[in-house]
Structure formats: structure tokens, C-alpha cells
């Protein structure tokens, strides 16, 4: 193209006026990056695990029924453990218990009858003329009998053997219900304090665990994280700039786009009044990458063009990158807010349609950036070379190591065209098998590393209870008093006999089991009267009889006010997926075929239900969001190449990477879980960009008649390739950066999109080439009727 | 300026002046434990419970009260719902602290009297919003538990009364009876308290009880509504007092597990 017919185009003139007024453009620009930003103390974190289901879920609302009618939430559970011979029950560790229930029901964040533990329950015990009602202490226990005593009482009391106490008697819970999540952090930091001030001897240990505390724990721990890990990726990936440009607006500037996109991005979070969920860390580097990405070629251009064309002003050099750069960063950024735009519409769990959401409008952020802020500010700066571009004769330049690595890199993929598609058939080969065996799972408790505190407590709180992860059973009746028919009492206690019998069930509690500890009380303590009352009156009259001893709240975690919904609490000791599902399912399957029936309904609830729910809808979304991640970036890159072959070809780097992660994931044992099932979207959305950058620039150089295919397709290599390198390094290590951080699901997360990105670099550069070369699609201006070339012989070196 | 502080002055003399006119606490407690109770009383009570969500439990029962010296009887007999009826409660107070209280519990069901432990005083009384301690002194108030000085004065329904504070002697007392202080309303005119204000021993709102329909039965003021809201739990509860008699002379038969037993 002439330099005049090149003046004369569109793209020209538009940015010829994009860089008359480069001040206004950069004020604007300033403005709004300060605009969006002002939003953002307003973000709110919500680190509950409930936040991923919508909120018309049904699980969720059969949850919020049974909090709301028996007041159970996902509790902070408290466990003081004693390995001594004695177990707790000696009168120092009870009083140690004493103490904490005293404390802990100072705290303000809780109701303190909401409290559990050996210090506020009735014992109820029987003696030959009738029932006792009454705390296992007054003043807690100060001498061994007294201890002793303490331990009879509970061991004889069947309904706490497991749930309050250990069956070996070496450790006993305070179970604190937590009102509030969105209080759970600073509860559970006032939690672990008590347990430090907490006057202990011995072998005395307390430990703080539970849904609750997960929670309240990941709040403050993502916090400590987002400060380390974000400067850190922000440092690495400026890094990378100098590296790619050695000069300081090759640093300053891209980092202006970050900064811009982050803004735009979590300020409309926050003004929008959207959430900071647990993953939506993830988005930050995704943020990052997306705005350094266009940066990268914006600036290997503008070097380009400034070694070509030394003589020329600096708003000419300007303009002419953009008039060469804005098609390819155009198209990767619509690319890119296609596969985005898959994860938003297949996602049904609220966090993940807002990273969707909310990387869309990075992504469009950093675009609408770099085709004007970033023009304008180079129009404003004196030219002056890189380093790593030299002027050369006759308007060329020469390039550095870098691009020169990328030479014979491009020369050893053209050589090998055959060897490079071979290869990626066998990868994808090896990635479906690797599909078809992942395995789908999650907990909650692998959030974290290993030797943390509450990993600590969590095991040793299954070790030694029956669990603390809930499933709670809701049971309906038709008329009030309902509960009071034996018949009903007995089908709840034949539901929690069976229950009891599937793998990793601990316990269960209902007012079941109070009835039949009230009825042998009732009968001298004799152990056989360990039963049902046969009689409804005598169920209503056991109630009275309670009533004269106990709280009016007594029973309300049982039973509601008019004894016709109750709730059955089952215990599990494992917060897996794999686990709770089994447990679930089985539960299911005996309530709808002999527990459900005229006058009678059971429904599951509770934690592990709603967990159970949620990652099953994980399972069930993921291949959606992937399908339709795919196809929109197909049709995109389908418009933008206006070829459905070049849109096919453009996404085969990406389904090659996803199969290939998969494939490792599936070979390492990773689960398909919370953190790895959105890599996918991301993959896509982030590796069609070297795709795009690829074909685009093929396109371009293969029209170049004066050069041989081979020569073409090396050409690629030290510009567009270059650029490319620069962008995977960044991408690569700024997840990479996630590898080091303490959640462990964001290690995960961020090795493996690390990974997804190393594969669509190499992919797009290796398999696009060896394609072209061998199909000669003729959207990439290939005419049908020339013979195809053997493989490896054009190239001279 | 001058003048402000003249009338602030004015007025602070005033109410001081007002408060030292009022009879101090342990005179306005006097007067109300020197009230006539009747020596024995029978009446019909009819106890309505609803929880924070609205759900209600209706109680009816015919009870009897006599006093033996300083020491309490009191029999309750349950008369509705069905699935209760028959059941019936025997409680012997004693004045002597020291002194456990005795209680008995008939199922009709079982077709048994059991003794049931004694109660804390700071315990419910049969799932109501009054405690043990409540129930047992009636319209009277514990000289022995409680530090008390007047307020001020405020009305109730119209009617005047004196503010009474009182607080529990000591930590363990407030344990005990599950409040750490109270304020009564007590009519000027009958020493009856028309509204008793609770707050738990964090110095919370625990719960309010209003004292109404109080009128004469037999020469001897009585209420017949009792309302009680439980601030923490949103738990109701509701006395309906009829057919008060203080006259007829209430056997002393009735205070034993053979009348349990043999019911109404």
C-alpha cells in the first residue's frame, strides 16, 4: 500500500483524530478510571458457600425454611480435646468448657441461647420416682467424683454420645450457632482469640471448626491473599514488559490499561452492588492478562514501525501501528468476549455468571484503552527506539534474541508440518480418553493447605465425633400434633436407623431420640425402656411433663410449635462431595419409597444437601458453558475471517488445549471442581487470542507474492510471534503467580489455566502453520488449483 | 444567659425535690408484700403461648393455691386439650431457702404421679414466659433478692404508678433468678404492679409483662390478665385468670398426689 493510499483509508483518519487531541483523550480516560474506582470500598465479600447457588434454588429455600423454623445454620464448632487418660472429664477440662460457653456468650455477633455444649444442655435422667430434668452442672465440677459423675450422665445419654461428646470420652463440642454468615469472620477470629486466652493444662487442646468457621476462615485468608498475590503478578508481568521493550513506556503504559481495566471491572462490581465471591480472585490475573495482552502487539508494531521509519513524527509512527494493529486486537477482543460470554450464559451458580459478566466488560475496557489512551499517550511522547528493535537498511530492522529464537522456532515448525499434526491427533486422542475419566468432586476443607488450624480441627473433629457436616431433614405433617402419633415418631426413628447405616453417617438427632430418653426415664432408668411411647397422649404429656423443667426454646431445633414439622440432623464426617452424594442419594431414594406417604413428607436440607446440589448443577453446567464458550468463539472468529473453515481452524488450538488439560487433570488425579471447572471458559476466551494473532497475521503475510509459503509462514515468527511469546509469558506467570497462593483451590486454578495458556501458545504456533501449510485453506487466500507442496521441502536456510 | 441558668436551676430543684417526696424502694416493696392475698384461692387459668412465628398453644386448667405460714400449695389441673387433659401439677414451696421445692407430675397417660426435680428459680414455668421465681411470688416481690430505690413515676392504662428499680443483690443472685435488673410500675393507690420491665444479666431487654384487668374479687385486688413478650425469643405468653374465689375454703386434701391422682 502507498503511503498516500494508506493516509486515505478509514482507520487512518479515525485515528489520525484519536491523536489530535491526546490530552482530552487521557484526562477522559484518567476521569474515568477515577469514576469507577471511587466504587470500589463499597465491594462487599461473600466467601459463603451458599453464594454459588441461585437464589431461588430450592435446596437453598428448604435450607432457609429450616433455619428459620428450628433456628439450625451451618455452625462454628468448638472442640476442646483432652487425650489424657480421663478425657474431658476431668474437672479442669470441664471447667475449661465452662469457661468458653461463658465466654463465648459474651460475644456479640451471637445469640448465647443458641449455644450448645456439655454446659448448657439438660441432662434428663430417671430415678424411682420420676424424671430429672437438670444441667449436667450448676457449678461446674470441682473435684474428680464430680467429673466422674459428669461423664455417667452424658455416656448414659445416648442422643449425646458422638454429637456433644466423644465415644471415647476425649473431647467434647460447643456448637455455637451463627446467625449471621456474613459475620462469620470476625466471630471466628473472636473464636480463635478465646482459644488462645483460654486457660489450659496439659494435654488440653481446643480446636475451632465447621461450615461456619470454612467460611469465616476463607474471608480473611482470601484477604491476606489478594494482597500478596496481586502486587506480585502486577511486578511479574511489568517484568515481562521490560524484558519484551526495555523502555519505561513499554512498562508504564500497558500497566495504565491494567489499571483501568481493574477499575472498570470490580468499581461496576461494586456499584452494581455484585460481590467479591471466593473466585472471583481468579478474575484479577484474568483482568491483568486481558489488558497487557493488546499492549503487547500495540507496542511490538509500534517498535516495528518506529525501526522502519525513523524519520517520521510521532504521531505518524502512532497511527500507522494502530492502522496495522487495531483488526487483530479487535477481533481477539471480540473473540474473547465470545468464550466470556459462554461462561455468563451456560453458568447457572451466580459467581460464575459475574466473572463472565465482569471479565466481558475487562476485556471491552482494555480494548476501548488500548485503541485511545494508549495512542494518544504515545502521541505525546518523544520517539525513542528500543533496544530490542534496531534500525536495519532499507527501511527493515533487526531483531533480538528473542526474535530470533522465534525464527528458528517458526523454521523448525515448518519443517516438521507433518511430525506437528501427528502429534496434536495424538494429544487429542490421549485429552478425550482423559475427559471421559474426570472425576467430578469438591470439599470445602481442601480450600486449604494441609497443615492449617482448621484442617487440623476439621480431622480431628471427624476423628473423634460423629461429624460435623449436617444433613438436615425436614418432616412435614399434615395438621398440628401430628408429631404426637406414634405412628409418625416411628417412621422417623426407621428413616434415621437407616441413615445411620450408610457409609460416613455418624449420627442423627430428633426429638425421636428425647422421646425415648424421657420415656426411660419415666421407667427408672431401665435400659429396654429405651423406646417409643406407644400413645399419643402420653408423647403430648411427656412434652408437659419436659415443659415444667425446661426452656420454652427447648425443643424448637426439633420440632416446631405446634408439633407439626420437625427436623432430623444427620451427622457426616466427611464434607466430600463423592460422600455426601452417596449419602444423599441414598437418603433420597429410601424417603420417596418408604418414608413419604398420606400425612407424612420428608425433604432433604442442610448443608451437605445444598453442597450436594450445587456441585452436582457444577457437573451438569460444566460441558454446557464449554460447548457454548466454543461455539460463540467459533462464530465469531467465523465473522471476523467471514470463513466458517478459518472460524473452525481457529478454535482448534483452544478444544486442543482443554483436551489436553483435562487429560492431565484426569491422569494427575485433580477433581473437576469449583476452581478447575471455569478453566475451561477461561482457556478458551484467553488462548483464542494467539489463534486470532496467528491466522491474522498468516493471512496478511500470505498474501506477500514475493516470498515462498515456507518463507511466509517463518515471517510470522519474529513479529506476531515475538508479540505472542511476550503475551504467553505474562499470561503464563501471572497465574503462575496464583500457584503460590495459600488457597489451595487457587493453586489449582492457577496452575492449570497456566498450563491452558502454555498449550494455546504452542498450539496456535505450531499447529496453524503446519494446517496451513498442509490444507492450504483457501480462506487464507490459498487458490484451490495449485498443487500442495510436500511436506519440508521449500525451506532453505 | 443569667436567666437560663435560673430557670435550669428552677427546675432541677423541682425534681429534686419531686424525687424526695417519692416513698423510697424498700417502702414502695413493703407496702406491696403487706397487700392481702387471701389465705387460699381457687380460679380457673387459661394459659395462651405463641411463638415468634405466631403459632399458639391453649391451655386450660382449674387450680388452687393455699398458704401454710410463710410456706406455698399450689395444684394445677389440666382440663383442655384432650391429649393433656387430667394431667396435673402439685408444686410445695418453702420459704426457707435451703429448702429444695417439691413437685409432682401426674400422667393420666401413665396413669402415674412423678416427682419432678425441682426447678432453678430462674427456670420457665411450664413453657410460659414466667419463671418459677415469678410464679411463686404472685403479686409480691423478694426482699431478700434485690437492692431497689425509686425512680420517678409513670402511668399504666391510666393509671399512676411509681417506678421501681431493682437490682439483684449480688452476680450469683442475678444468675439464679436470669435477670440483672427490673423496674416495676406499682399503682400509687393498691401497691399492685401494672407493668414489670426484665433485662437479662448482660443488660439486655429480656422481656415486658403487663398486669390488667385488675379489679376487686371478694375485697382483694386482682388481676386478671397477664401479657408477657419475651424480647430475645419474640415468645408470648398470656394469663387469663376467671372464677376467682378466695371465700371457700380450699381443702387441704387437693395438695397431695392422691388428689393427682383422682383428678377434678
Request: aromatic share 10%.
Given at each position: 500500500?502507498t503511503?498516500?493510499?494508506?493516509?486515505s483509508?478509514?482507520?487512518?483518519?479515525?485515528?489520525?483524530?484519536?491523536t489530535?487531541?491526546?490530552?482530552?483523550?487521557?484526562?477522559?480516560?484518567?476521569?474515568?478510571?477515577?469514576?469507577?474506582?471511587?466504587?470500589i470500598p463499597?465491594?462487599?465479600?461473600?466467601?459463603?458457600?451458599?453464594a454459588?447457588?441461585?437464589?431461588d434454588?430450592?435446596?437453598?429455600?428448604?435450607?432457609?425454611?429450616?433455619?428459620?423454623?428450628?433456628?439450625?445454620?451451618?455452625?462454628?464448632?468448638?472442640?476442646?480435646?483432652n487425650?489424657?487418660?480421663?478425657?474431658v472429664?476431668?474437672?479442669?477440662?470441664?471447667n475449661?468448657?465452662?469457661w468458653?460457653?461463658?465466654?463465648?456468650?459474651?460475644l456479640?455477633?451471637?445469640?448465647?441461647?443458641?449455644?450448645?455444649?456439655?454446659?448448657?444442655?439438660?441432662?434428663?435422667?430417671?430415678?424411682?420416682?420420676?424424671?430429672?430434668?437438670?444441667?449436667?452442672?450448676?457449678?461446674a465440677?470441682?473435684?474428680?467424683?464430680?467429673?466422674?459423675?459428669?461423664?455417667?450422665?452424658?455416656?448414659?445419654?445416648?442422643?449425646?454420645?458422638?454429637?456433644?461428646?466423644a465415644?471415647?470420652?476425649?473431647?467434647?463440642?460447643?456448637?455455637?450457632?451463627?446467625?449471621?454468615?456474613?459475620?462469620?469472620?470476625?466471630?471466628y477470629?473472636?473464636?480463635?482469640?478465646l482459644a488462645?486466652?483460654?486457660?489450659?493444662v496439659?494435654?488440653?487442646?481446643?480446636?475451632?471448626?465447621?461450615?461456619?468457621?470454612?467460611?469465616g476462615?476463607?474471608?480473611s485468608?482470601?484477604?491476606?491473599?489478594a494482597q500478596?498475590l496481586?502486587?506480585?503478578?502486577?511486578l511479574?508481568?511489568?517484568?515481562?514488559?521490560?524484558?519484551?521493550f526495555?523502555?519505561?513506556?513499554?512498562?508504564?503504559?500497558p500497566?495504565?490499561?491494567?489499571?483501568?481495566?481493574?477499575?472498570?471491572?470490580?468499581?461496576?462490581?461494586?456499584?452494581?452492588g455484585?460481590?467479591?465471591?471466593?473466585?472471583?480472585?481468579?478474575?484479577?490475573?484474568?483482568l491483568?492478562?486481558?489488558?497487557?495482552?493488546?499492549?503487547?502487539?500495540?507496542?511490538?508494531?509500534?517498535?516495528?514501525?518506529?525501526?522502519?521509519?525513523?524519520?517520521?513524527?510521532?504521531?505518524?509512527i502512532v497511527?500507522?501501528?494502530?492502522?496495522?494493529?487495531?483488526?487483530?486486537?479487535?477481533?481477539?477482543?471480540?473473540?474473547?468476549?465470545?468464550g466470556?460470554?459462554?461462561?455468563?450464559?451456560?453458568?447457572?451458580?451466580?459467581p460464575m455468571?459475574?466473572?463472565?459478566?465482569?471479565?466481558?466488560?475487562?476485556v471491552?475496557?482494555?480494548?476501548?484503552?488500548?485503541?485511545?489512551?494508549?495512542?494518544?499517550?504515545l502521541?505525546?511522547?518523544?520517539?525513542?527506539?528500543?533496544?530490542?528493535?534496531?534500525?536495519?537498511?532499507?527501511?527493515?530492522?533487526?531483531?533480538?534474541?528473542f526474535?530470533?529464537?522465534?525464527?528458528a522456532f517458526?523454521?523448525?515448525?515448518?519443517?516438521?508440518?507433518?511430525?506437528?499434526?501427528?502429534?496434536?491427533?495424538?494429544?487429542?486422542i490421549?485429552?478425550?480418553y482423559?475427559?471421559?475419566?474426570?472425576?467430578?468432586n469438591?470439599?470445602?476443607?481442601?480450600?486449604?493447605?494441609?497443615d492449617?488450624p482448621?484442617?487440623?480441627?476439621?480431622?480431628?473433629?471427624?476423628r473423634?465425633?460423629?461429624?460435623v457436616?449436617?444433613?438436615?431433614?425436614?418432616?412435614?405433617?399434615?395438621?398440628?400434633?401430628?408429631?404426637?402419633?406414634?405412628?409418625?415418631?416411628k417412621?422417623?426413628?426407621?428413616?434415621?436407623?437407616?441413615?445411620?447405616?450408610?457409609?460416613?453417617?455418624?449420627?442423627?438427632?430428633?426429638?425421636?431420640?428425647y422421646?425415648?430418653?424421657?420415656?426411660?426415664?419415666?421407667?427408672?432408668?431401665?435400659?429396654?425402656?429405651?423406646?417409643?411411647?406407644?400413645?399419643?397422649?402420653?408423647?403430648?404429656?411427656?412434652?408437659?411433663?419436659?415443659?415444667?423443667?425446661?426452656?420454652?426454646?427447648?425443643?424448637?431445633?426439633?420440632?416446631?410449635?405446634?408439633?407439626?414439622?420437625a427436623?432430623?440432623?444427620?451427622?457426616?464426617d466427611?464434607?466430600?462431595?463423592?460422600?455426601e452424594?452417596?449419602?444423599?442419594?441414598?437418603?433420597?431414594?429410601?424417603?420417596?419409597?418408604?418414608?413419604?406417604?398420606?400425612?407424612?413428607?420428608?425433604?432433604?436440607?442442610?448443608?451437605?444437601?445444598?453442597?450436594?446440589?450445587?456441585?452436582?448443577?457444577l457437573?451438569?453446567?460444566?460441558?454446557?458453558?464449554v460447548?457454548?464458550a466454543?461455539?460463540?468463539?467459533?462464530?465469531m472468529?467465523t465473522?471476523?475471517?467471514?470463513?466458517?473453515?478459518?472460524?473452525?481452524?481457529?478454535?482448534?488450538?483452544?478444544?486442543?488445549?482443554?483436551?489436553?488439560?483435562?487429560?492431565?487433570?484426569?491422569?494427575?488425579?485433580?477433581w473437576?471442581s469449583?476452581?478447575?471447572?471455569?478453566?475451561?471458559?477461561?482457556?478458551?476466551?484467553?488462548?483464542?487470542?494467539?489463534?486470532?494473532?496467528?491466522?491474522?497475521?498468516?493471512?496478511?503475510?500470505?498474501?506477500?507474492?514475493?516470498?515462498?509459503?515456507?518463507?511466509?509462514?517463518v515471517?510470522?515468527?519474529?513479529?506476531?510471534?515475538?508479540?505472542?511469546?511476550?503475551?504467553?509469558?505474562a499470561?503464563?506467570l501471572?497465574?503462575?503467580?496464583?500457584?503460590t497462593?495459600?488457597?489451595?483451590?487457587?493453586q489449582?486454578?492457577?496452575?492449570?489455566?497456566?498450563?491452558?495458556?502454555?498449550v494455546?501458545?504452542?498450539?496456535?504456533?505450531?499447529?496453524?502453520?503446519?494446517?496451513?501449510?498442509?490444507?492450504?485453506?483457501?480462506?487464507?487466500g490459498f487458490?484451490?488449483?495449485e498443487?500442495?507442496?510436500?511436506?519440508?521441502t521449500e525451506?532453505?536456510? | 444567659?443569667?436567666?437560663t441558668?435560673?430557670?435550669?436551676?428552677?427546675?432541677?430543684?423541682?425534681?429534686?425535690?419531686?424525687?424526695?417526696?417519692?416513698?423510697?424502694?424498700?417502702?414502695?416493696?413493703?407496702?406491696?408484700?403487706?397487700?392481702?392475698?387471701?389465705?387460699?384461692?381457687a380460679?380457673?387459668?387459661?394459659?395462651r403461648?405463641?411463638?415468634?412465628?405466631?403459632?399458639?398453644?391453649?391451655?386450660?386448667?382449674?387450680?388452687?393455691?393455699?398458704?401454710y405460714?410463710?410456706?406455698k400449695?399450689?395444684?394445677?389441673?389440666?382440663?383442655?386439650?384432650?391429649n393433656?387433659?387430667?394431667?396435673a401439677?402439685?408444686?410445695?414451696?418453702?420459704a426457707?431457702?435451703?429448702?429444695?421445692?417439691?413437685?409432682?407430675?401426674?400422667?393420666?397417660?401413665?396413669?402415674?404421679?412423678r416427682?419432678?426435680?425441682?426447678?432453678?428459680?430462674?427456670?420457665?414455668?411450664?413453657?410460659?414466659?414466667?419463671t418459677?421465681?415469678?410464679?411463686?411470688?404472685?403479686?409480691?416481690?423478694?426482699?431478700?433478692?434485690?437492692?431497689?430505690?425509686?425512680?420517678?413515676?409513670?402511668?399504666?392504662?391510666?393509671?399512676?404508678?411509681?417506678?421501681?428499680?431493682?437490682?439483684?443483690?449480688?452476680a450469683?443472685?442475678?444468675?439464679?433468678?436470669?435477670?440483672?435488673?427490673?423496674?416495676?410500675?406499682?399503682?400509687?393507690?393498691?401497691?399492685?404492679?401494672?407493668?414489670?420491665?426484665?433485662?437479662?444479666?448482660?443488660?439486655?431487654?429480656?422481656?415486658?409483662a403487663?398486669?390488667?384487668?385488675?379489679?376487686?374479687?371478694?375485697?382483694?385486688?386482682?388481676?386478671?390478665?397477664?401479657?408477657?413478650?419475651?424480647?430475645?425469643?419474640?415468645?408470648?405468653?398470656?394469663?387469663?385468670?376467671?372464677?376467682?374465689?378466695?371465700?371457700?375454703?380450699v381443702?387441704?386434701?387437693?395438695?397431695?398426689?392422691?388428689?393427682?391422682?383422682?383428678?377434678?
Amino acid at each position: 500500500m502507498t503511503q498516500e493510499a494508506l493516509k486515505s483509508t478509514r482507520a487512518w483518519r479515525s485515528f489520525w483524530f484519536i491523536t489530535a487531541y491526546p490530552k482530552t483523550v487521557i484526562t477522559l480516560g484518567l476521569a474515568l478510571i477515577i469514576a469507577c474506582a471511587s466504587f470500589i470500598p463499597t465491594l462487599i465479600k461473600d466467601t459463603r458457600s451458599d453464594a454459588f447457588l441461585p437464589e431461588d434454588e430450592p435446596a437453598l429455600l428448604y435450607r432457609d425454611k429450616v433455619k428459620e423454623t428450628f433456628g439450625l445454620t451451618d455452625p462454628m464448632v468448638v472442640a476442646v480435646v483432652n487425650e489424657g487418660s480421663r478425657g474431658v472429664f476431668t474437672p479442669h477440662t470441664l471447667n475449661l468448657v465452662d469457661w468458653l460457653t461463658k465466654e463465648i456468650a459474651k460475644l456479640d455477633d451471637i445469640d448465647p441461647d443458641r449455644i450448645t455444649s456439655l454446659a448448657t444442655e439438660n441432662n434428663i435422667s430417671g430415678y424411682d420416682q420420676g424424671m430429672r430434668v437438670a444441667p449436667f452442672w450448676e457449678d461446674a465440677p470441682a473435684t474428680r467424683e464430680e467429673a466422674d459423675k459428669v461423664r455417667q450422665a452424658v455416656m448414659d445419654f445416648p442422643l449425646y454420645v458422638g454429637s456433644l461428646v466423644a465415644p471415647s470420652g476425649k473431647g467434647t463440642l460447643i456448637v455455637v450457632e451463627v446467625p449471621d454468615q456474613e459475620q462469620a469472620q470476625s466471630l471466628y477470629q473472636q473464636l480463635l482469640a478465646l482459644a488462645e486466652r483460654a486457660p489450659r493444662v496439659g494435654e488440653e487442646e481446643i480446636h475451632v471448626a465447621g461450615e461456619g468457621a470454612v467460611s469465616g476462615y476463607l474471608g480473611s485468608y482470601i484477604d491476606a491473599d489478594a494482597q500478596r498475590l496481586n502486587p506480585l503478578a502486577a511486578l511479574i508481568i511489568s517484568t515481562v514488559l521490560f524484558i519484551a521493550f526495555r523502555t519505561l513506556r513499554g512498562v508504564m503504559l500497558p500497566n495504565f490499561v491494567v489499571a483501568a481495566t481493574v477499575a472498570a471491572s470490580i468499581g461496576l462490581m461494586a456499584a452494581f452492588g455484585v460481590r467479591f465471591y471466593v473466585i472471583t480472585n481468579g478474575l484479577l490475573p484474568v483482568l491483568i492478562g486481558i489488558a497487557v495482552a493488546d499492549s503487547f502487539h500495540i507496542f511490538s508494531q509500534y517498535y516495528e514501525e518506529l525501526a522502519r521509519h525513523p524519520d517520521n513524527s510521532p504521531r505518524e509512527i502512532v497511527v500507522r501501528t494502530m492502522v496495522h494493529m487495531w483488526r487483530p486486537i479487535t477481533m481477539t477482543t471480540l473473540t474473547t468476549i465470545a468464550g466470556f460470554l459462554g461462561l455468563y450464559l451456560a453458568s447457572v451458580m451466580p459467581p460464575m455468571k459475574y466473572f463472565g459478566l465482569f471479565a466481558m466488560i475487562g476485556v471491552a475496557t482494555a480494548w476501548l484503552y488500548s485503541v485511545t489512551v494508549l495512542p494518544a499517550w504515545l502521541t505525546l511522547l518523544h520517539l525513542r527506539p528500543s533496544p530490542a528493535y534496531r534500525p536495519a537498511t532499507g527501511g527493515a530492522y533487526r531483531t533480538d534474541a528473542f526474535g530470533r529464537m522465534m525464527t528458528a522456532f517458526g523454521r523448525m515448525v515448518v519443517r516438521r508440518a507433518g511430525w506437528v499434526l501427528g502429534m496434536a491427533t495424538l494429544i487429542g486422542i490421549a485429552g478425550i480418553y482423559g475427559t471421559l475419566h474426570l472425576e467430578l468432586n469438591e470439599s470445602r476443607i481442601r480450600t486449604f493447605q494441609k497443615d492449617e488450624p482448621i484442617v487440623r480441627a476439621d480431622s480431628i473433629i471427624n476423628r473423634l465425633f460423629d461429624g460435623v457436616q449436617y444433613l438436615d431433614i425436614f418432616i412435614e405433617t399434615s395438621q398440628p400434633e401430628d408429631l404426637f402419633d406414634p405412628a409418625n415418631l416411628k417412621r422417623i426413628e426407621a428413616l434415621q436407623a437407616y441413615v445411620e447405616t450408610l457409609p460416613h453417617v455418624g449420627g442423627s438427632t430428633s426429638v425421636v431420640d428425647y422421646l425415648k430418653q424421657m420415656n426411660r426415664s419415666l421407667n427408672e432408668g431401665r435400659p429396654e425402656a429405651y423406646a417409643l411411647p406407644q400413645d399419643k397422649d402420653l408423647v403430648a404429656q411427656y412434652f408437659l411433663l419436659y415443659s415444667a423443667s425446661g426452656d420454652p426454646e427447648d425443643f424448637q431445633k426439633e420440632v416446631d410449635y405446634d408439633y407439626r414439622l420437625a427436623n432430623v440432623r444427620v451427622s457426616l464426617d466427611s464434607g466430600k462431595y463423592s460422600d455426601e452424594k452417596a449419602v444423599v442419594e441414598a437418603a433420597q431414594q429410601y424417603i420417596d419409597q418408604s418414608f413419604n406417604g398420606p400425612g407424612i413428607h420428608a425433604t432433604l436440607s442442610g448443608r451437605v444437601d445444598v453442597d450436594y446440589h450445587w456441585i452436582k448443577r457444577l457437573g451438569e453446567t460444566n460441558w454446557g458453558s464449554v460447548g457454548i464458550a466454543l461455539l460463540m468463539v467459533w462464530l465469531m472468529a467465523t465473522l471476523a475471517f467471514r470463513s466458517l473453515v478459518g472460524g473452525l481452524i481457529t478454535v482448534v488450538p483452544v478444544i486442543l488445549t482443554v483436551l489436553l488439560v483435562y487429560a492431565v487433570m484426569a491422569f494427575s488425579g485433580i477433581w473437576l471442581s469449583i476452581s478447575t471447572s471455569m478453566f475451561a471458559a477461561i482457556a478458551i476466551g484467553l488462548g483464542v487470542d494467539f489463534a486470532v494473532h496467528t491466522i491474522e497475521r498468516l493471512e496478511i503475510l500470505l498474501r506477500d507474492e514475493q516470498r515462498s509459503l515456507d518463507e511466509s509462514i517463518v515471517a510470522l515468527f519474529p513479529t506476531t510471534g515475538r508479540a505472542l511469546l511476550f503475551n504467553f509469558l505474562a499470561l503464563a506467570l501471572g497465574f503462575g503467580v496464583l500457584a503460590t497462593s495459600k488457597v489451595v483451590v487457587l493453586q489449582e486454578f492457577g496452575r492449570i489455566v497456566a498450563l491452558a495458556v502454555s498449550v494455546s501458545f504452542f498450539a496456535s504456533l505450531t499447529l496453524l502453520p503446519a494446517i496451513a501449510k498442509v490444507f492450504r485453506p483457501g480462506f487464507l487466500g490459498f487458490r484451490n488449483n495449485e498443487q500442495p507442496l510436500a511436506l519440508g521441502t521449500e525451506l532453505q536456510d | 444567659m443569667t436567666k437560663t441558668v435560673l430557670i435550669l436551676s428552677m427546675l432541677l430543684t423541682s425534681l429534686g425535690t419531686a424525687a424526695a417526696n417519692l416513698p423510697d424502694g424498700d417502702e414502695i416493696a413493703r407496702r406491696i408484700n403487706a397487700r392481702d392475698e387471701g389465705l387460699s384461692v381457687a380460679r380457673d387459668l387459661t394459659m395462651r403461648m405463641t411463638d415468634r412465628r405466631g403459632k399458639s398453644r391453649t391451655r386450660e386448667t382449674r387450680g388452687f393455691r393455699k398458704y401454710y405460714g410463710e410456706d406455698k400449695r399450689t395444684v394445677i389441673f389440666y382440663l383442655s386439650p384432650k391429649n393433656v387433659k387430667d394431667t396435673a401439677f402439685l408444686t410445695w414451696d418453702y420459704a426457707d431457702p435451703e429448702r429444695d421445692d417439691d413437685q409432682w407430675l401426674y400422667l393420666p397417660a401413665m396413669r402415674k404421679v412423678r416427682r419432678i426435680s425441682a426447678s432453678d428459680r430462674g427456670d420457665y414455668f411450664l413453657g410460659t414466659d414466667l419463671t418459677y421465681e415469678d410464679i411463686k411470688l404472685e403479686t409480691r416481690v423478694s426482699i431478700r433478692d434485690y437492692h431497689r430505690k425509686t425512680k420517678g413515676e409513670d402511668e399504666v392504662d391510666g393509671h399512676p404508678c411509681y417506678l421501681l428499680e431493682s437490682t439483684p443483690v449480688d452476680a450469683k443472685t442475678a444468675r439464679e433468678l436470669g435477670y440483672g435488673k427490673v423496674e416495676q410500675c406499682v399503682d400509687k393507690e393498691i401497691w399492685m404492679t401494672r407493668r414489670a420491665r426484665f433485662w437479662d444479666t448482660k443488660g439486655k431487654p429480656l422481656k415486658t409483662a403487663y398486669f390488667r384487668d385488675i379489679r376487686k374479687v371478694q375485697g382483694i385486688w386482682t388481676q386478671h390478665r397477664i401479657e408477657v413478650e419475651n424480647h430475645k425469643t419474640g415468645h408470648k405468653t398470656l394469663f387469663l385468670f376467671s372464677h376467682v374465689d378466695y371465700q371457700t375454703l380450699v381443702s387441704d386434701k387437693w395438695f397431695t398426689r392422691d388428689a393427682l391422682r383422682r383428678g377434678l
